[in-house]
């Protein structure tokens, strides 16, 4: 019981503040408090100063375990198992917190990777793309954010590439409230999984939220194969949010990215 109520707790604070999940005693204090911050690093609420403007907030600048990451030289590990995905569909649940959009899950789907299993609690998108492969971008990346029983947070990523629309996009971007707004689309339902491609080897290691507090201990799944949107679709929501909502490349120092084998 007492695992499940954690898992709630945290849970609840996702949906509630999710940018302040972790190392905040009390979130509602720290709602009230939290400071500005954007991706235009013009200004001084950008990313290369998310460090200095809340001390809660410093390891976005000490850490050396950041997201993203340019993923470039990997190591084939076979000690890595494949993802089980079971997620199910879920009532069209939309937040705009000003960042993203982000769409809320019902209890009930989860991951299980490398002996733990994790609580699906929400997805939401970046664009460009986050992480990037190569030295290249991708239009789009989808994250889904999980929590295992004991707190530890997995994110699955999906670059998102140009191509055909994504009809789950689609309907979240026709039907996203203003900015700081939460909306319910009664009898539709959505499901992450239609941004999963068929193959779905990945890319793990250990980093960070990639928005303030920055928190780190986050094990992140980037799939290797894509899925797409259109051009349109990345347009869209790159006017909805400024020019873009995705953090700068932070340094891998002495992390190694594996890869799961076929
Ligand atoms: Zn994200």
Redesign the pocket.
């Known amino acids: 019981m007492k695992s499940k109520n954690l898992r709630l707790g945290i849970a609840a604070l996702f949906a509630s503040a999710p940018l302040l999940m972790f190392g905040v005693s009390s979130s509602a204090m720290a709602v009230e408090t939290a400071p500005h911050f954007c991706y235009d690093d013009a200004l001084e609420c950008g990313p290369s100063n998310w460090g200095n403007l809340a001390d809660e907030w410093k390891v976005c600048a000490t850490g050396q375990n950041q997201s993203p990451i340019n993923i470039s030289r990997t190591k084939e590990s076979e000690r890595l198992s494949e993802i089980r995905f079971n997620w199910k569909s879920t009532p069209l649940k939309i937040k705009n917190n000003g960042h ?1 959009l982000q769409v809320n899950y019902e209890p009930g789907s989860s991951i299980r990777v490398n002996g733990e299993t994790y609580q699906l609690l929400q997805f ?1 998108f ?1 664009s460009p793309s ?1 992480h990037s492969v190569g030295g290249n971008q991708s239009p789009m990346e989808v ?1 889904m954010v999980h929590v295992s029983d004991s707190g530890v947070l997995a ?1 699955v990523g999906v670059m998102l590439d140009a191509g055909e629309a994504s009809h789950t996009l689609e309907e979240i971007i026709a039907n996203a409230p203003a900015e700081g707004g939460e909306v319910t689309i009664a009898d539709k339902y959505v499901n992450a999984s239609s941004f999963l491609p068929r193959e779905r080897e990945y890319w793990n290691y250990s980093g960070s939220l ?2 303030p507090p920055c928190s780190e201990g986050v094990r992140w799944h980037v799939l290797t194969h894509r899925t797409t949107v259109t051009h349109d679709q990345a347009d869209e929501f790159v006017h909805m949010f400024h020019g873009g909502n995705a953090r700068p490349v932070q340094p891998l120092n002495d992390r190694k990215v594996l890869r799961s084998d076929d």
Do not use: I, K, L, R
Request: no cysteine; proline share 0%.
């Open positions: 993203t939401h970046h986050e994250h994110v990639t928005t």
